[in-house]
């Protein structure tokens, strides 16, 4: 199957610093990819969908300003959390389709940011 | 505005039983459902996908069902083994090229 690789896997930073996720679709041209969060023993909340060359779309509550995504190429997207805080602790994970449908969706393994 | 319902949200269960994991969503004008299994830190594994045109789909010792018109699916597990151990989670698709809106998740423990 398709291949979605995400890095880091773990990051810990300063409050205030910014970070970094890169997102990659391998073997796969990805015109839409999806930024979700996950905090503890909670569901996967969708915060952004991004789509290539163009602005992403935050879902409501989602600071733009805050969670800073790029769609450059059809196989990477950014998402960079600026002047991170301990609340923005959390499990950050990207999912791209693999054609215009996204009929399946493929996830990358997560990024697990600890702000202290 | 679709939500996804998983029940139970823990299930504790001795090797070799079979077992049901249940969702339920609120809108069932979906494009498709999927479950996804979760281990602890990591990432999804993508276990079953079903459109919306049918009923179930099944692979090893795993079938998913879908009842679109009460808004329902199941995920039955056969057998169960110690390494099923993890939390399953429940995704719907509401159209093509959308995201994937998840329930909270059922976590299963497995006891040898």
């Known amino acids: 199957g398709a291949v979605v690789s995400q890095h880091p896997s773990r990051v810990i930073c300063k409050s205030g610093t910014s970070v970094k996720i890169e997102c990659r679709s391998l073997?796969?041209?990805?015109?839409?990819m999806f930024w979700y969060r996950q905090f503890p023993k909670q569901s996967l909340m969708l915060m952004a969908t991004?789509?290539?060359?163009?602005?992403?779309?935050?879902e409501q509550g989602v600071e733009k300003d805050k969670f800073l995504i790029n769609h450059a190429s059809l196989t990477l997207s950014t998402l960079t959390v600026t002047s991170a805080h301990p609340e923005d602790s959390s499990f950050y994970i990207c999912?791209?389709?693999?054609?215009?449908?996204?009929?399946?969706?493929?996830f990358g393994s997560g990024t697990q940011l600890s702000v202290l | 505005k679709q939500e996804v319902t998983q029940i139970p949200a823990a299930l504790s269960v001795p090797e070799g039983e079979n077992l049901v994991l249940n969702c339920s969503f609120t809108?069932?004008?979906?494009?498709?459902l999927q479950w996804f299994r979760q281990d602890p830190g990591k990432g999804l594994t993508s276990l079953l996908l079903?459109?919306?045109?049918?009923r179930e789909q099944t692979s090893g010792r795993l079938n998913a069902s879908l009842d679109k018109s009460s808004g329902r699916s199941t995920l039955y597990i056969a057998a169960s083994q110690p390494g099923d151990s993890a939390t399953y989670l429940c995704?719907?698709?509401?159209?093509?090229?959308?995201?994937?809106?998840f329930g909270k998740g059922t976590t299963l423990s497995v006891s040898s």
């Open positions: 809108d069932s004008a979906i494009y498709n």
């Open positions: 073997d796969f041209q990805a015109t839409t």
């Open positions: 991004s789509n290539e060359g163009s602005k992403a779309t935050y």
């Open positions: 999912s791209a389709g693999q054609s215009a449908t996204n009929e399946k969706l493929f």
């Open positions: 995704a719907v698709g509401n159209q093509a090229g959308t995201a994937l809106i």
């Open positions: 079903i459109q919306s045109s049918q």
